[in-house]
């Protein structure tokens, strides 16, 4: 079949070159030191098309070399299949780009099925790969296509589980802050999302103390201080993109610690800080989205927290109501929905009597402490 192969990939009709690359992931590994020179040739055909099937081609075959811990085939890795992706996310096309971003993230992790038979994810990239790429990256990240920026940084949780070395870390981490300002909404809330989902974004429960101290580094070193910039930003959309960092570490929290404790203390209070400061926000919508994050993660604080919640939200309330239009409409509802949806969670905890003064003092000072 190999003449067949050959002559195939030289077809006049990019579909006929389309369909033999999808193949290609199924030769036998003695095969690959003939096509893959072959393959290097449709870098630069015409067709869009082929282009992108040449990306999934290659990201597959990354995953096909690595398998079995053959030296022999992991040569490629380094001589031919990364050089060729980083050719094609350079490419002039955006959809070329997109797929060859697709390739780099299904490459940097894969599921194996392990001896009892369960999932087993397996990272195939090294950390000198993660390394070798984000010039690369950084370079995507700059495109003025913002689809392309936004691939680019959805990738960053997959490139993190590669390394649990906090400068490393960081580095990749810088695609994700470069987007924190970007004039497009879309970016700005995937560049949120991947550095908060840079934890241990959708792996198993960490197991070992190297992991979990990985974790704690990545939220108090990391993105803690950005989420604080973005709530004293004088620029509203950032005080509105911190509302999509909390929710976003709530979402991915369930990963944080293997002994079920959602959120490190130390962020929630700063969260809450947070939510006091903006209470006060001259913009509308960002103190109606005070009473939205809260209905949305109320659950993930204290009995504790809940109580200086409720006097926050008590106090919203009131400064908005006391304002001679009575304030805003939305604000005075979403505040009121997080104030029943927090006063039950308080009340579900067993803490059925009314926060005290001494609780109120203490919300009051919360930012300072």
Not at 84 to 108: K, M, N
Not at 294 to 319: M, Y
Request: negative net charge.
């Amino acid at each position: 079949m190999l003449d067949v192969i050959i002559a195939l990939l030289e077809d006049d009709d990019h579909i006929v070159k389309i369909g033999v690359l999808v193949t290609l992931v199924d030769l036998e590994p003695t095969l690959l030191d003939t096509i893959l020179p072959l393959i290097l040739k449709l870098v630069s055909d015409e067709a869009a098309g082929v282009r992108c099937a040449l990306a999934r081609t290659a990201g597959q075959l990354l995953i096909h070399c690595h398998r079995g811990d053959n030296k022999d085939l992991q040569r490629h890795m380094d001589a031919t299949l990364l050089p060729l992706i980083q050719r094609l996310l350079h490419d002039d096309d955006a959809q070329v780009t997109s797929a060859a971003l697709r390739a780099v993230s299904d490459a940097t992790s894969y599921s194996e099925i392990k001896a009892d038979g369960g999932p087993s994810a397996k990272a195939i990239l090294t950390e000198k790969h993660v390394l070798r790429l984000l010039p690369t990256l950084r370079h995507l990240t700059t495109n003025p296509i913002w689809r392309v920026r936004s691939s680019a940084v959805e990738i960053v949780p997959t490139l993190l589980e590669c390394t649990y070395k906090l400068d490393v870390r960081v580095e990749i981490a810088q695609l994700c802050i470069s987007l924190l300002n970007d004039k497009v909404d879309c970016v700005r809330t995937m560049a949120a999302e991947a550095l908060c989902g840079g934890k241990c974004a959708q792996s198993p429960i960490v197991e070992s103390s190297q992991h979990e101290l990985a974790d704690f580094e990545w939220i108090d070193l990391v993105v803690l201080p950005h989420l604080k910039a973005c709530s004293q930003s004088q620029d509203y959309r950032q005080r509105l993109l911190s509302f999509k960092i909390i929710r976003a570490l709530f979402r991915h929290s369930d990963n944080l610690l293997s002994n079920q404790i959602n959120t490190l203390p130390k962020l929630r209070q700063a969260i809450i800080g947070i939510l006091q400061t903006l209470t006060t926000d001259p913009v509308a919508n960002v103190r109606l989205n005070i009473g939205r994050i809260l209905c949305n993660c109320g659950q993930h604080f204290d009995a504790a927290e809940h109580a200086t919640l409720i006097c926050i939200l008590e106090d919203l309330l009131a400064s908005e109501t006391a304002k001679t239009d009575g304030g805003d409409r939305d604000v005075r509802l979403f505040t009121h929905k997080a104030q029943m949806h927090i006063q039950n969670l308080y009340s579900q905890n067993g803490e059925k009597e009314e926060p005290d003064q001494e609780i109120r003092k203490d919300s009051n000072q919360i930012e300072r402490t």
